[in-house]
């Protein structure tokens, strides 16, 4: 309610709660976060402090692509993993830090889904290319 009171009463402009949904592999369950809009695509995981054990931003696209990905204001390392249609795992990118900024970094195929979690967690989940994740909305 504090949110629609400010809104609507204070005339902030507070964003509304972003989606959540969760990505479970072997054994392992990840609470993420949903980019599903250009916004909140484009916001990403910039300006966050950290992100706490076992979560992350899960980016959905209306096509596949290559969609490229950069470490523009972020101040902690992460794994981006590149998620194809059917949730299958077709590329991870480990260990990118804030000093590799404007460097973008692609998938070596298209993928429709992408999911940045914190550094080194790609590995300890045993995520590998052809892997297949499932994907489920709170």
């Known amino acids: ?17 972003a989606p959540t949904a969760s990505i479970e592999y072997k054994g392992h369950t990840i609470a993420v976060k ?23 931003m899960f980016f959905i696209f209306e096509k596949p692509g290559n969609w490229g990905f950069w470490m523009k204001d972020m101040v902690y390392p992460i794994d981006i993993v590149w998620l194809d249609s059917n949730f299958r795992i077709v ?30 967690d790609a590995r300890r989940y045993n995520f590998v290319q052809g892997a297949q994740l499932q994907f489920k909305r709170s």
């Open 1 to 17: 309610y504090q949110i629609i009171y400010e809104y609507f009463f204070n005339n902030k402009k507070i964003a509304p709660p």
């Open 34 to 56: 949903l980019a599903e809009t250009d916004a909140t695509r484009e916001q990403g995981l910039s300006g966050t402090p950290s992100l706490a054990p076992d979560t992350g």
């Open 91 to 120: 590329h991870i990118a480990e260990n990118l830090t804030p000093a590799t900024y404007p460097t973008v970094f692609y998938p070596n195929t298209s993928s429709m889904y992408v999911l940045e979690i914190n550094a080194f």
